[in-house]
């Protein structure tokens, strides 16, 4: 051990010209939470399962709770997905991946995240619809909350029993409209919960931060009220003045307790849909605090369809601008054909027509035919105005394409096989590049497959389906990728903005933008695979910019809270700082503060 004389030994030489170097492990801060033990393991918010490292087993009160060996969280990834991807149906995977929402909601919603485009259609729709309607019988576990017309007179009291106290975004459903399933009464509280997955994966929306909402007023259906398993009021729905009482208490206690949130409503039926819309974004704002509320059925399916036909003219050669010139018809005149209608319209008026030239180029045909004037049936006060005047009334779905000639046809009418051979023949006789947009869920209520799309219209077709469908090879080689007119396109963006920006109001001209940076959102690439959306797996990217064109007119027009004019240069890097993104923090048991005397 001795030193030569003059100089040390290569290690203490290696030691005095060490110098300080930024340090490279976790950057994450601590989250301080309360539970300890047992409990965490049991709130899918915090538990990590295998993740636990034994720094945390010990400070947490979880040593000896958990098997010993430590995965990483990609490891707990792709066990979750080999899982998932051997179970033999859909049904059995949405059963799956739902028990993982319940146990870990980090990597529940990494995976979503990272899998969008395999899994959305299992959360969401076509799947969803199949597990609303086994949902009493599945039912184990509460998510969410449940109101009722029983709890009249106690709704404040029921919405503060929610645990979270910054609520930001929310789903609410009746039940009384669930996709093309009709009323599913309580069991259709799985459209809130796969709706607010996909607010958390593909808007950034925080887990604990949302919330799902049944407001069970009853059902009308018969197989519901005799069902002895059946979770909901086994009572008719209430109607008139007693609906709406119900509904203004719950809207009351939401605006009390959570006066920022952001309210959807979703699958209400047509007949109180457009009034609760409009009572509570119009009417509303004028007499209380106003409540930041949304419509994805009318809204939303507006918007995403108005972008797949501004970005299937841009794939024609054509502009965006070209909007005024389409001749539409909607097959469906319940509250989404209506709202579709209602937002192209919107879109043709803000590119320079007057409302009347802009309803002329619309023609919307329900089960008894087109809506004309000359007719004995009554019209809901929202279906008037899309009365024609110079038609005959009852006129088929094939006749008006005939004598109308429209350039777009759109399906909301969860008729299967409603767009004929003929039909569709027609539009491509008429047009050089036909619009054949058959958007009704689930996939077995579609007006035409994407393979009859193509094959009646010799490839021609500009096409997208509400639900998915798989890529179609032409005859002459060509592989066209089928575009879903999806409102998760939409509706994240939307949620994302109103939630940073703290929106009192989604305005017309928001949904416009919405529309106009989906429609901007393709690369060429997407383009010339036939699709008129982007990519499934881009919808993070998709939502971003979403939120940042609603939150820009947010701003402009005076409805953020959180925003000025000074930020709308920096809009979107503020809204990507708030966004959720799914990885594990440290966890830190809060405790009491001592205080000294």
């Known amino acids: ?12 030489t290696e030691d005095l010209r060490a110098s300080l170097q930024p340090w490279r492990g976790t950057h994450l801060t601590p989250l301080r939470i309360k539970s300890h033990g047992h409990h965490i393991l049991q709130n899918p918010l915090y538990n990590k399962g295998t993740n636990f490292d034994y720094g945390e087993r010990d400070r947490l009160g979880l040593r000896g709770l958990l098997p010993p060996r430590v995965l990483d969280f990609e490891t707990q990834k792709e066990l979750c997905m080999r899982n998932l991807r051997a179970l033999p149906s859909n049904i059995d995977k949405y059963v799956y991946i739902e028990n993982l929402h319940d146990y870990n909601e980090t990597v ?3 995976i979503l995240c990272e899998h969008m485009e395999e899994l959305a259609p299992i959360v969401y729709t076509p799947t969803v619809g199949d597990a609303c309607k086994q949902f009493g019988y599945r039912f184990n576990r509460a998510r969410g909350l449940y109101l009722s017309a029983r709890d009249r007179g106690h709704m404040h009291a029921a919405v503060g029993n929610w645990p979270h106290i910054d609520v930001h975004v929310m789903v ?5 409209r669930i996709l093309g399933l009709g009323d599913l009464g309580a069991n259709g509280m799985g459209i809130p919960i796969g709706k607010l997955s996909l607010y958390c994966a593909a808007g950034g929306i925080a887990p604990h931060r949302v919330l799902p909402v049944m407001l069970d007023v009853g059902t009308d259906n018969k197989e519901l009220l005799e069902d002895k398993y059946y979770i909901g009021l086994q009572q008719p729905r209430l109607r008139g003045g007693e609906y709406f009482e119900v509904l203004d208490e719950f809207m009351d206690a939401i605006r009390c307790r959570y006066p920022n949130a952001f309210v959807q409503f979703e699958d209400f039926s047509s007949d109180v849909a457009y009034k609760i819309l409009n009572y509570y974004r119009d009417d509303e704002c004028e007499k209380r605090n106003p409540v930041c509320v949304f419509n994805d059925d009318i809204q939303g399916t507006g918007a995403v369809t108005l972008a797949g036909i501004m970005s299937g003219l841009v794939n024609m050669g054509q502009s965006v601008h070209n909007l005024p010139d389409q001749r539409v018809l909607v097959a469906g005149a319940g509250s989404a054909g209506v709202g579709v209608a209602s937002m192209i319209a919107q879109g043709m008026m803000m590119q320079g027509l007057s409302e009347e030239e802009a309803l002329s180029r619309f023609c919307l045909v329900d089960a008894d035919g087109l809506l004309a004037t000359d007719d004995s049936r009554h019209y809901t006060m929202e279906q008037q105005k899309w009365v024609r005047t110079d038609m005959k009334s009852g006129m088929s779905l094939l006749e008006v394409c005939k004598e109308f000639k429209p350039t777009v046809l759109m399906g909301l009418s969860s008729c299967s096989g409603l767009f004929t051979e003929e039909v569709v023949r027609e539009m491509a006789k008429n047009n050089e590049r036909p619009f054949i947009f058959p958007l009704s869920n689930p996939t077995k209520n579609a007006e035409c497959t994407a393979e009859q799309a193509y094959e009646w219209t010799d490839g021609r077709a500009i096409f997208a389906s509400g639900s998915p469908f798989d890529p179609v090879t032409l005859k002459d080689g060509r592989v066209m990728y089928t575009s879903q007119c999806n409102n998760m396109f939409i509706f994240p963006g939307i949620g994302l903005a109103a939630s940073a920006a703290k929106c009192t109001k989604i305005s017309d001209s928001m949904l416009f933008a919405t529309a106009v940076a989906v429609a901007n959102s393709l690369s060429d690439q997407d383009r010339a695979e036939g699709r008129v959306y982007p990519k499934v797996e881009k919808i993070r990217e998709v939502s971003i910019e979403v939120a940042t064109a609603v939150a820009r007119k947010a701003v402009e027009e005076g409805y953020s ?17 708030k966004m959720y993104s799914p990885f594990y923090v440290p966890l830190v048991e809060r405790t009491a503060r001592r205080v000294m005397a």
């Open 172 to 176: 609410v459903t009746d039940g009384s």
């Open 108 to 110: 529940y919603h990494s």
């Open 561 to 577: 809270k959180a925003f000025t004019k000074k930020d709308i240069p920096d809009l979107q890097e503020l809204i990507v700082k």
């Open 1 to 12: 051990g001795k030193r030569w004389m003059g100089g040390f030994h290569k290690k203490e």
